[in-house]
C-alpha cells in the first residue's frame, strides 16, 4: 500500500495564507495584551482608591476617637463641677440654719450630718444627702442641684431602703422627708408636696423650707 505524498513546498496563496492567520493571531495577542494592561492598571486603580479609602476611614476613626475622648473628659469635669456644686448646697442648708428653720416648724433635730452612708450587700447602698436626727425621727434630706420628679421618686425608694435597713439595726424612729434643690420648678415643688415631703430650696442667699399641706408623710 503506497502513502500519500507530503508536499515539501508551498504555494503563494498557502504563504498569504498562513501570513494572513499569522498576522490575525498577533493582532489577537496583542488585542490580549492591550485587555490584560488595562485590567492591571484598572486593578491598580481600584487597589489605590481603596488603600486612600481605608487611610480615609482611618483617620476618620481617629478623629473620633479624640473627639470622643475630648467629650468624655468635658463629662468628667462637668460630673465633678456638679459633686462640688451639690456639696456647696449640702454646706449651704447647713450654714443656712436648716435645723433652726426645722424647728420653727415644730421638728426640733439635736444633729445634722451631710453625706450618711447606709446599706448592705443584700438590700444594696446608698447615701442620704444630709439627715438631720433626734430621738423620735430622722429626716432624709435629698439634694439636687436641678431637682426633677425624678429625682423626688428615687428619693422615696431610698427612704424605703433606709426604712429596711434601719428597722435590721433596731432603729425604730420614724421617719419624714425631704427633698430640696438649687432650681426647683413649680411642677417638681407640687409633686414633691404632694407626696408628703419637705421642699428645702435656696432663695436668694437664704434657705427656705415649704411643708407639705397636711401631716408629713412618715415612713
Known amino acids: 500500500m503506497s502513502s500519500a505524498t507530503v508536499p515539501t513546498t508551498l504555494t503563494f496563496e498557502q504563504m ?10 498577533m493582532k489577537e495577542s496583542r488585542e490580549e ?21 481605608t487611610d480615609r476611614r482611618m483617620k476618620e476613626t481617629d478623629r473620633r476617637m479624640k473627639e470622643t475622648d475630648r467629650r468624655m473628659k ?9 459633686g462640688s456644686r451639690m456639696g456647696e448646697l449640702v454646706a449651704a442648708m447647713v450654714e443656712g440654719g436648716i435645723l433652726r428653720l426645722f424647728k420653727k416648724l415644730g421638728l426640733e433635730f439635736d444633729v445634722c450630718t451631710p453625706h450618711r452612708p447606709f446599706g448592705n450587700k443584700e438590700i444594696g447602698f446608698g447615701e442620704i444627702d444630709l439627715l ?23 428619693h422615696q425608694e431610698r427612704l424605703k431602703m433606709f426604712r429596711v435597713w434601719s ?20 411642677s417638681v415643688k407640687k409633686f414633691a408636696l404632694k407626696q408628703g415631703m419637705f421642699v ?8 427656705e423650707i415649704i411643708p407639705p399641706k397636711g401631716k408629713p408623710k412618715v415612713w
Do not use: P, Y
Open 16 to 25: 498569504m495564507a498562513l501570513f494572513h492567520e499569522l498576522r490575525e493571531q
Open 33 to 53: 495584551m492591550k485587555e490584560s494592561r488595562e485590567q492591571m492598571k484598572e486593578s491598580r486603580e481600584e487597589f489605590d482608591r481603596r488603600m486612600k479609602e
Open 74 to 82: 468635658e463629662t468628667d469635669r462637668k460630673i465633678s463641677d456638679l
Open 132 to 154: 438631720l436626727e433626734n430621738g423620735e425621727f430622722a429626716l432624709l434630706v435629698e439634694v439636687k442641684t436641678n431637682l426633677s420628679v425624678k429625682d423626688v421618686e428615687k
Open 167 to 186: 428597722d435590721a439595726h433596731n432603729d425604730t424612729r420614724r421617719f419624714l422627708a425631704a427633698i430640696g434643690g438649687g432650681v426647683v420648678r413649680d
Open 200 to 207: 428645702v430650696q435656696q432663695s436668694g442667699e437664704n434657705v
